[in-house]
């Protein structure tokens, strides 16, 4: 009976410890994608800029989606840094754009030619599909885990998570409103079963492999150690 206490403890710290490198994962699987989003963002935005300057409305709501991407970004690396932590090491694997971009386009998002895009309807419609179906995907994750007892338990989390949440709308619905003035159509039925297997995939398989594996490393720097000082706002 001496023992039982010692043993509740010890179960106590193995919990507490599994809570942490879960959130660890979310974290770093969250602050890759968001910077990801805004360095991506940027890409679409010259081009918006440079093929219909007269969107002013359009290009408006792209430049507030780069400045909260990044301000998204920015509150994931306080998360870190408040804790003296680096976000694990992810790739690309944990991007849904870049898969969902992958899967759709044929090719990864940095080759991607943004010129042949924005320059052809049909291809830049496709392109703000997959950014809608993307944001309506996050919104709606976002969700679930603010219903989540593990994600909830971290208070500095759950306020990362609702200030997304508030965000988001305004995110995909710009695209989902130019598609609707252009005959950009809804997202295609194979587009929709893309973002469905990204999404599966990625809950079933990444991140239990990431959370599974006991050598998974920590970044050595963070994600915008080498970004202009210009592009940071």
Same mark, same amino acid.
Request: aromatic letters at 8%; one cysteine or more.
């Given at each position: ?13 193995? *919990?507490?410890?599994? #809570? ?7 974290? !770093? ?9 805004? /360095? ?11 093929? +219909? $300057? ?10 507030? +989606? #780069? ?24 790739? !690309?694997?944990?991007? +849904? ?16 030619? /943004? ?18 179906? /993307? ?12 219903? !989540?007892?593990?994600? /909830? ?15 988001? $709308? ?25 973002? *469905?297997?990204? +999404? ?14 006991? #050598? ?8 915008? *150690?080498?970004?202009?000082?210009? !592009?940071?706002?």
């Amino acid at each position: 009976m001496k023992f039982e206490p010692v043993a509740g403890r010890a179960r106590l710290r193995i *919990a507490e410890a599994a #809570r942490r490198r879960y959130l660890d994962i979310l974290a !770093s699987v969250y602050i890759y994608n968001e910077h990801r989003g805004y /360095t991506s963002i940027d890409r679409v935005l010259a081009g918006v800029r440079a093929r +219909h $300057p007269e969107a002013h409305e359009f290009i408006a709501a792209i430049e507030k +989606h #780069r400045r909260d991407e990044r301000q998204h970004y920015l509150m994931f690396k306080r998360w870190f840094e408040d804790k003296s932590e680096m976000p694990y090491l992810v790739d !690309s694997t944990c991007g +849904h754009i870049d898969r969902l971009i992958r899967l759709t386009f044929g090719c990864g998002i940095d080759a991607l030619d /943004t010129s042949e895009i924005i320059g052809s309807a049909a291809l830049f419609n496709k392109l703000c599909r997959i950014i809608l179906l /993307t944001e309506q995907r996050g919104m709606r994750q976002v969700d679930i885990l603010l219903r !989540s007892p593990l994600m /909830t338990s971290d208070r500095r989390l759950v306020k990362i998570f609702k200030v997304i949440e508030r965000d988001e $709308p305004s995110h995909w619905l710009p695209y989902e409103k130019w598609l609707a003035e252009n005959d950009g159509g809804r997202p295609t039925r194979g587009e929709r079963l893309a973002d *469905a297997f990204v +999404h599966k995939t990625l809950l079933t398989v990444k991140l239990p492999a990431l959370y599974l594996n006991p #050598r998974l490393p920590r970044r050595t720097a963070w994600q915008d *150690a080498d970004e202009e000082p210009s !592009s940071l706002h």
